[in-house]
Structure formats: C-alpha cells, structure tokens
C-alpha cells in the first residue's frame, strides 16, 4: 500500500500569499494518479485537483498542482480567505487500496 | 443536479452491525464507480471501500476487511455498506462518493455519523 506524507501539518499565511503544500508517496504513484481535495469545518471534502495537475470543474486558477513520481505539490498562488481550511493529497492509481495523506492545515496569520 | 444522500448511520455497541445506504441522483448511477470514505472524529480522512460501475469488482482497506461488504443496486440508485463486528474505532462519519473515473472523487455526500460505543 503506498503512504502518503503530507507537509507541513500547518501552515500559516496571510492573505494574499502564496501557498506551496508538498505531498510524498512511499512508492511511485502510476499514471500521476493524484488528487488533492479541500475540507472546509462540518463539510465534505472538495475535489481540487486530479490527474496531478488538471483543475477540476469550477475549481479558480489560482489553484495548480504539479509533480510526478513521488513528489507531488498544491499551490495556491494568492490566497483568498475562504481558502484557508485542510487539504488532503490522495492517490488512486492502478487498483485499491487508495490512500489519503494526513492532511495540512492552512490557516490564517 | 449530482446528489449523494446517505442514511443509516447511528448509535451501535461493539460486536453490533449497520447498514448505511447512499441515494445518488443526477447522473447515470450505473456508469460509474463508488466509495466510501470514513473520517474519526478530528481526524483525516480513511479510505474504505470501492465498487466497480457494475458490480464486478470490490475493494477494501485492510481495517475493514471480512467485516465490511460493499454493495449496489442500479436499478435503486443506491449504494450499501454492510458493517458487521463493529468497533470502537469504526467510529467516525461515513461519506459515499462518486468518482470521475479513475479514483478521483468528484462528488461527495454530508456523510453519515456511526458510533460505536457500549
């Protein structure tokens, strides 16, 4: 099964600013089978980022993923208030078991 | 519009066993795949289980498996979580999702909460 390790658990930032959430497999995700999601308090998670790096439907450009392999990355390139919340990295490549990362918390300074 | 409704969640004592369901709505049900997804209290999210479009195929995570069955019924729209043996750490709101096609989970429900405690 391959581990996902999210960093850094938190992350503080003001508005306006960049932020640059990292995820790491334990192996070799296939095909960049990676998504990224956003959960907001009392909600259900969000579906940013599939694929590794295509927006999904609605989500603002002001989100993009990147990377390959092992090491993947969510950038949120000026932040809004209603992004600050917890972001989950997940793969789902080849076949189950998939895995989500633990989680950053991106909150505000 | 896409729309995913569970129900059966609940109070239930260790040993004891459940049956959530997931209306879907929509979308053609019997086009794609489905999962559920658990998050405990304050915690991250859990991959459980998947079901392929038709039924053919399913998956679990090694903390449910031989306790837990996936199911589904096309002509209902819905899918099933069968769990059986339950533990306190089965504790935690439970969320069916479609996905696109591939794994990615496009649409989620507002989860169901399961409590297991004597």
């Known amino acids: 099964e391959i581990v996902l390790t999210q960093s850094p658990g938190t992350l503080s930032l003001s508005p306006g600013e960049r932020a640059t959430l990292s995820c790491r497999a334990s192996?070799?995700?296939?095909?960049?089978?990676l998504a990224w999601y956003q959960q907001k308090p009392g909600q259900a998670p969000r579906l940013l980022i599939y694929?590794?790096?295509s927006r999904a439907t609605g989500i603002p450009d002001r989100f993009s993923g990147s990377g390959s392999g092992t090491d993947f990355t969510l950038t949120i390139s000026r932040l809004e208030p209603e992004d600050f919340a917890v972001y989950y990295c997940?793969?789902?490549?080849?076949?189950?078991?998939?895995?989500f990362g633990q989680g950053t918390k991106l909150e505000i300074k | 519009q896409v729309q995913l409704v569970e129900s059966g969640g609940g109070v239930v004592q260790p040993g004891g066993s459940l049956r959530l369901s997931c209306a879907a709505s929509?979308?053609?049900?019997?086009?794609?795949?489905m999962h559920w997804v658990r998050q405990a209290p304050g915690k991250g999210l859990e991959w459980v289980a998947f079901?392929?479009?038709?039924?053919?195929?399913?998956y679990y995570a090694d903390s449910v498996k031989g306790r837990f069955t996936i199911s589904r019924d096309n002509s209902k729209n819905t899918l099933y979580l069968q769990m059986n043996s339950l533990r306190a750490e089965d504790t935690a709101v439970y969320y069916c999702?479609?996905?696109?096609?591939?794994?990615?989970?496009?649409?989620w429900g507002q989860g169901t909460l399961v409590t297991v405690s004597s």
């Open positions: 999702a479609k996905e696109m096609g591939f794994g990615e989970l496009n649409y």
């Open positions: 929509g979308f053609t049900f019997s086009s794609y795949g």
């Open positions: 079901i392929r479009y038709d039924g053919s195929n399913k």
């Open positions: 192996q070799s995700v296939s095909s960049s089978y």
């Open positions: 694929g590794a790096s």
């Open positions: 997940q793969q789902y490549g080849s076949s189950p078991p998939y895995s």
